[in-house]
């Protein structure tokens, strides 16, 4: 059974910097795209970035690129976004999402969900 574990939020000021973590766990992460999308109060949800075998890391949304960065680690069964130099426009519940798949395409059709993690941007 696949489950996944967002960890890493919190609240920060703009200019700074936070890390997410989501575990994977129950399946092997390799043969999973995972991607970070985040939900404003009020506002549509988003995608943000990817990351998957064949795809490699992915930013969807254009806002973020140069300021974060996906990764994964397989042996620790983790997917990370480092985000650096947040706006107050980042604050949002940001959640992991799984798919089998070794592709980064289709934002729409993540199967696995996690429980979502806060991220708050403010002075």
């Known amino acids: 059974q696949l489950q996944l574990v967002e960890s890493g939020g919190g609240s920060v000021q703009p200019g700074g910097s936070l890390t997410l973590s989501c575990v994977v766990s129950?399946?092997?992460?390799?043969?999973?795209?995972i991607g970070w999308f985040r939900r404003a109060p009020g506002k549509e949800r988003e995608a943000v970035s990817c990351?998957?075998?064949?795809?490699?890391?992915?930013h969807w949304k254009d806002s973020v690129k140069g300021r974060f960065t996906i990764s994964s680690d397989n042996a620790k069964d983790t997917v990370y976004l480092q985000m650096n130099d947040l706006k107050p426009e980042d604050t949002a519940v940001y959640y992991c999402?799984?798919?089998?798949?070794?592709?980064?395409?289709?934002?729409?059709?993540?199967?696995?969900w996690g429980q979502g993690i806060q991220v708050t941007v403010s002075s």
């Open positions: 999402a799984a798919v089998l798949s070794e592709w980064c395409s289709g934002h729409y059709y993540f199967t696995y």
């Open positions: 129950g399946v092997t992460l390799a043969a999973y795209a």
């Open positions: 990351i998957s075998t064949r795809s490699g890391g992915v």
